[in-house]
């Protein structure tokens, strides 16, 4: 029997937890998993409105449990921050369409992290350190798993 190895998506994600146990931060001081399907849009072939309407639910998704499940309101966790977004999903995506698709979660968690900034502007602020990571899910079964840890 061959030996399985580790994915692109696995060896990104036991890279990041290393980097986080060897700084000593094993626990996030906020995790949440928001119930949503992560699509590369780089992949997809649609109409620009309809786009427009996913990354909207998206957001709104997104803000909503950041609001509700955190109970933090928005710019309170002070940088520096790591950020790792982890997508759950049945099928796995290569390194450039996972980064592809966290595009508007980056945008919001940054917005959210550093309220004010102009649009899309959040997420240039030094400071914010971002990891992508994949999970494999059920059939059927998609989410963000959203984990941020402090760097202090």
């Known amino acids: 029997m061959a030996k399985e190895?580790?994915?692109s998506g696995e060896k990104v994600q036991?890279?990041?937890?290393?980097?986080?146990?060897?700084?000593?931060?094993?626990?996030?001081?906020?995790?949440?998993?928001?119930?949503?399907r992560i699509q590369s849009s780089s992949n997809l072939r649609e109409h620009w409105a309809r786009k427009r309407a996913r990354d909207n639910s998206q957001e709104l998704m997104i803000r909503m449990y950041l609001r509700n499940e955190a109970g933090v309101?928005?710019?309170v966790p002070c940088l520096p921050l790591q950020i790792k977004l982890t997508r759950i999903a049945p099928k796995s995506l290569d390194y450039d369409n996972l980064v592809a698709a966290f595009k508007?979660?980056?945008?919001?968690l940054s917005d959210w992290v550093t309220p004010g900034l102009?649009?899309?502007?959040a997420d240039s602020v030094?400071?914010?350190?971002f990891h992508f990571g994949q999970q494999k899910g059920k059939v059927r079964e998609y989410g963000l798993k959203i984990e941020i840890w402090d760097r202090k």
């Open 5 to 7: 190895t580790p994915g």
């Open 73 to 75: 309101p928005p710019g």
């Open 14 to 36: 036991m890279q990041v937890q290393q980097n986080l146990e060897v700084e000593g931060k094993t626990e996030p001081i906020l995790s949440i998993t928001v119930p949503i």
């Open 118 to 121: 102009a649009p899309g502007r």
């Open 104 to 108: 508007k979660a980056l945008d919001v």
């Open 126 to 129: 030094e400071g914010l350190t």
